[in-house]
Nanobody
Framework: QVSLVESGGGLVQPGGSLRLSCAAS????????MNWFRQSPGKEREYVGH????????FYGNSAKGRFTISRDYYKNTMDLQMAGLRLDDTAVYYC??????????WGQGTQVTVST
């Protein structure tokens, strides 16, 4: 099992930047990939992007391309989401999720990001 804790959420103005972090603990040696998702009120959970844990290769959903960057510290078992050019519709609870061998996925509790004037 893996436990995940997100941090870094908050209130930011449109056009601003924010950096989220996700710290993993537990059976981190079984992590194959880590993901960011987000969910706005009344909407389905949306894929933001993910990083392959071994290679560091990153992949992004359409809403994140060109604005968000995922990185990881392999030895500290942390993953970051650097967000820039934030828009009102980026307001959501952001979740990290770890994919382990055997198709197991674990979720964090989420961190709120609010983009507002």
């Amino acid at each position: 099992q893996v436990s995940l804790v997100e941090s870094g959420g908050g209130l930011v103005q449109p056009g601003g930047s924010l950096r989220l972090s996700c710290a993993a603990s537990g059976r981190t040696n079984n992590i194959e990939a880590m993901n960011w998702f987000r969910q706005s009120p009344g909407k389905e959970r949306e894929y933001v992007g993910h990083i392959l844990w071994g290679s560091g290769s990153t992949f992004y959903g359409n809403s994140a391309k060109g604005r968000f960057t995922i990185s990881r510290d392999y030895y500290k078992n942390t993953m970051d989401l650097q967000m820039a050019g934030l828009r009102l519709d980026d307001t959501a609870v952001y979740y990290c999720a770890a994919d382990l061998s055997g198709a197991r996925r674990f979720w964090g509790q989420g961190t709120q990001v609010t983009v507002s004037t």
